[in-house]
């Protein structure tokens, strides 16, 4: 299969993913805009006829087709008109998650204020002061990749990975923050956890967040952390979620 591109003011590259998929670039670089367009074509495609998947990244979107029904070519044809409509962006889904920041919870906590020369309360009030949207899912099931970390706690990643990370870890990398959905090995800065699963196999949605989505963290005491790990426990904690217009 021939790559085919899509060409005009939309910018569109297909490139072909053996033969029932086909990648969709929209750009070459991490930017909220970029982001909104991926997820707007994304929903533009989503039930189309001969479209079995979508899946979005930070600046393309993959496409998983029935070659019976649909063609490369036509798919570029959908993509276009799905680029052609507006850019108003619906309602996001917010979700917050409890955060236990620092000591056992957060290793490099302490670190990443050093390295900042900030108080370690300073960096929990930054880091857990604003909504960051989910770019895409990734790494691992589950795994959100974040956009708009304050450039004041942006700090590299570990110069050796752990070889075991917790689940619900929540970490800083650079200019991404993120969280582990499961116990995994990870070269992120550790500066907190939430007890609230990101995946969650055997639930109808095993999945709680979904590109498009903001995060928010709240900071929550030791004891809060384990109240609601047992009340996720014992089936009878439902993360907030609540519907805002993402500017």
Known sequence: ????????????????????????ELGNVIDRALNRRVLALARALAGAPGIIEVVPTYRSLLVEFDPAVVTPAE?????RAGAERSDHAPPARRVTLPTAYGGEFGPDLGHVAAVHGL????VIRIHSGRDYP???IGFSPGFPYLGGLDDRI????????????PAGSVGIADRQTGVYPQETPGGWQIIGRTPVPLFAPAAPDPVLLRAGDLLRFRPVSPDEYAAIAAAVTAGRYAPETEVVEDD
């Open 119 to 122: 108080s370690e309360d300073e």
């Open 1 to 24: 299969m021939a790559a085919l591109k899509a060409g005009g003011a939309d910018g569109i590259r297909c490139l072909p993913c053996g033969d029932r998929g086909v990648a969709l």
């Open 154 to 165: 942006a700090t590299p990643r570990l110069e050796r990975p752990r070889t075991r990370v």
């Open 75 to 79: 798919i570029v044809g959908l993509a």
């Open 134 to 136: 989910v770019y895409m």
